[in-house]
């Protein structure tokens, strides 16, 4: 059974970069699309971005320009900085895991998942001064 | 961006009730993407349903999904003490980025 183990520091004061790192461990690390999901006390999950173990990423627009996702597949590793952290960064932060799989519609291929089967603790980062 | 709202809010049930649990798409969403997840206090979401009515493994039969295009449905068909919890539905389209409802609480009545 797939297990993602997170972690990163957890208190940081405005301006600083956040810095998180997700180990997959017990399943297939290629292949699938490695995510990186946030969620405010009392809200909804936001997506960050994602990054194929080939080091493809796709970042959620609202958060692209202070974002990195990196990968290590030697290590079964992916990464997260964020910069420039605010107030309004404090959240849990998971790291996640989607399918792979392709399906055809002509000569068109696209992803078959985009959604998330195995996720992490989670790491609570609050941002202070 | 797709905005998906979720009602009720707060559902109120008793355990063996039936739960119906309504996801809204501000425009049309493929059914391929969209998945609903369950959240207990402290922990990740955990994956229910995905491409609108497949079961993710090991999820039981009582929970089951429906719906096209901006309307979709999570059914709980008879109510366990465990199913009490968050719910969220979660969508990706080509032009947005993959996005999560507000949640409905599911409470015991």
């Known amino acids: 059974q797939v297990q993602l183990h997170q972690w990163g520091a957890g208190l940081l004061k405005p301006s600083e970069t956040l810095s998180l790192t997700c180990t997959v461990s017990?399943?297939?690390?290629?292949?699938?699309?490695w995510s990186w999901i946030r969620q405010p006390p009392g809200k909804g999950p936001e997506w960050i971005g994602e990054?194929?173990?080939?080091?493809?990423?796709d970042y959620n627009p609202s958060l692209s320009s202070r974002v990195t996702i990196s990968v290590d597949t030697s290590k079964n590793q992916f990464s997260l900085k964020m910069s420039s952290v605010t107030a309004a960064d404090t959240a849990v932060y998971f790291c996640a895991r989607t399918p792979p799989g392709r399906f055809c519609s002509g000569i068109d291929c696209y992803r078959a998942r985009r959604d998330f089967d195995s996720w992490g603790r989670g790491t609570l980062v609050t941002v202070s001064s | 961006e797709i905005v998906l709202t979720q009602s009720p809010g707060t559902l109120s049930l008793s355990p063996g009730e039936r739960a119906t649990l309504s996801c809204r798409a501000s425009?049309?969403?493929?059914?391929?993407?969209l998945a609903w997840y369950q959240q207990k206090p402290g922990q990740a979401p955990r994956l229910l349903i995905y491409?609108?009515?497949s079961r993710a493994t090991g999820i039981p039969d009582r929970f089951s999904g429906s719906g096209s295009g901006t309307d979709f449905t999570l059914t709980i068909s008879r109510l366990e003490p465990e199913d009490f919890a968050v719910y969220y539905c979660q969508q990706y389209g080509s032009s947005s980025p993959y996005t999560f409802g507000q949640g409905t609480v599911l409470e015991i009545k």
């Open positions: 425009q049309s969403v493929s059914s391929r993407f």
């Open positions: 990054i194929s173990h080939g080091g493809s990423t």
């Open positions: 017990g399943g297939s690390f290629i292949g699938y699309y």
């Open positions: 491409g609108a009515s």
